[in-house]
């Protein structure tokens, strides 16, 4: 019995530690291929790093991480996956919002502690914050398109 119980700390011992550091792994990767491409100017219906326009940033980015099946626009990209309740985002959900009055017209790639990475008209890549006022405002939807084929890409 004694050994039933030591294994079975050992193990929750073993899997409380591995998820924390395969989620921060997963992190870093996503930090890593957003920082290469922070402060590329924008462009209209850019998919390089020569220059994105935002939904062309998305595919560029989640190309990285084998989610290759998007569709070009952010109007587009914001029907496909899974609807994500704001207060449920994970790394790697894609954010939407309406900037022009009428439509999903924006897109960013959520990167945890209410962070997002996208590509602005005015300043090209950057990481912004869904609680400034702008993006609050407009906050209309988010997906998860993200599969564990996908998580266990950014950790490689």
Same mark, same amino acid.
């Given at each position: 019995?004694?050994?039933?119980?030591?294994?079975?700390?050992?193990?929750?011992?073993? &899997?409380?530690?591995?998820?924390?550091?395969?989620?921060?792994?997963?992190?870093?990767?996503?930090?890593?291929?957003?920082?290469?491409?922070?402060? @590329?100017?924008?462009?209209?219906?850019? @998919?390089?790093?020569?220059?994105?326009?935002?939904?062309?940033?998305?595919?560029?980015?989640?190309?990285?991480?084998?989610?290759? /099946?998007?569709?070009? @626009?952010?109007? @587009?990209?914001?029907?496909? *996956?899974?609807?994500?309740?704001?207060?449920?985002?994970?790394? *790697?959900?894609?954010?939407?919002? /309406?900037?022009? *009055? /009428?439509?999903?017209?924006?897109?960013?790639?959520?990167?945890?502690? /209410?962070? &997002?990475?996208?590509?602005?008209?005015?300043?090209?890549?950057?990481?912004?914050?869904?609680?400034?006022?702008?993006?609050?405002?407009?906050?209309?939807?988010?997906?998860?398109?993200?599969?564990?084929?996908?998580?266990?890409?950014?950790?490689?």
């Amino acid at each position: 019995m004694k050994k039933f119980i030591i294994s079975l700390l050992g193990a929750a011992v073993l &899997f409380t530690t591995v998820a924390p550091s395969t989620f921060a792994a997963r992190e870093a990767r996503m930090e890593n291929e957003v920082n290469q491409v922070v402060g @590329t100017p924008y462009l209209w219906g850019g @998919t390089t790093a020569s220059g994105f326009d935002c939904s062309g940033f998305i595919l560029y980015i989640m190309g990285k991480f084998n989610v290759d /099946n998007l569709p070009r @626009t952010s109007e @587009t990209q914001a029907k496909e *996956g899974i609807a994500v309740a704001k207060e449920d985002l994970q790394l *790697g959900d894609l954010v939407f919002f /309406n900037t022009i *009055g /009428n439509k999903i017209s924006h897109a960013g790639i959520y990167l945890g502690d /209410n962070q &997002f990475a996208h590509s602005s008209s005015s300043k090209g890549v950057r990481i912004s914050k869904l609680s400034e006022t702008y993006y609050k405002d407009r906050y209309v939807t988010a997906r998860r398109v993200v599969d564990e084929k996908s998580y266990l890409k950014m950790i490689e």
